[in-house]
């Protein structure tokens, strides 16, 4: 069934304005790191806000998919934006120091150059435009960008998991962040430790450990989920004789 007008002006606008913010933190970024002499490492200073709001503003596509306005799974969806917004919005504000690494600036460039080609692909069929170029950069550019992202958010879930250890280990041995770096600082907001009312301990450092030990499953999966879209976007032609001789 066709959407309502109003759905797809939304939509439309939804993607066009999602395209252009992340269109910002690319030219941003690449500006200043190949024109202005800074690195890699500024990035989150550079352009951390702007990401922010970029991912406080992505939940709203697991809405649409359980609104029913696109053709998606809500779960897949929310686990997605879960997986980023946990990295963007959580490791990245709370944990010392980890917004100086590098693999921060190479994050935005990945997690940008997938969504400055994604959400313009969604803003055209929106409105039922077709645009090959475009689709075929959506179903090509992951093949590296997929990677590069998720590499660089193990590196960064891995310098925040040594980060809060050793918070963790002066917490164990002292009893009190009081007047101790800010590692303990962190360890103390984002842990539980014994005794409490709950009766439960838990450690965000051994957390981030089990999380980086899903991260490579779940990648291959969506990885190779995302090659058979592209195989079905744009068979070979081996495969298009295969179909019509089938």
Do not use: D
Not at 52 to 58: E, I, L
Not at 139 to 164: C, D, K, N, S, W
Not at 214 to 233: E, I, T, V
């Amino acid at each position: 069934a066709a959407r309502p007008a109003a759905a797809v002006a939304y939509l439309t606008a939804y993607n066009s304005v999602m395209g252009a913010l992340w269109g910002t933190v690319v030219w941003q970024l690449l500006r200043a790191v190949l024109v202005e002499g800074a690195t890699l490492e500024q990035a989150h200073q550079l352009v951390g806000k702007q990401v922010f709001v970029c991912q406080c503003a992505s939940v709203a596509e697991t809405l649409h998919a359980a609104a029913g306005l696109v053709r998606s799974g809500v779960s897949a969806n929310f686990v997605q934006w879960l997986g980023r917004s946990h990295v963007a919005l959580v490791v990245l504000s709370q944990v010392p120091g980890i917004q100086r690494g590098a693999a921060v600036g190479w994050m935005y460039l990945a997690w940008g150059g997938i969504e400055l080609v994604r959400y313009p692909l969604y803003a055209a069929s929106s409105m039922g435009l077709r645009v090959p170029g475009l689709a075929w950069l959506r179903y090509t550019l992951f093949v590296p960008l997929y990677p590069l992202g998720v590499a660089a958010e193990m590196a960064i879930l891995h310098a925040a998991a040594r980060q809060l250890q050793v918070g963790e280990e002066h917490l164990r041995l002292h009893g009190s962040a009081s007047g101790a770096s800010a590692a303990a600082a962190a360890a103390e907001r984002l842990s539980l430790r014994m005794p409490n009312a709950l009766n439960f301990a838990f450690s965000y450092a051994a957390f981030l450990r089990l999380l980086l030990a899903l991260y490579l499953p779940l990648f291959a999966a969506l990885y190779l989920h995302m090659f058979r879209l592209r195989r079905r976007k744009f068979p070979s032609a081996r495969g298009r004789r295969r179909a019509a001789a089938a």
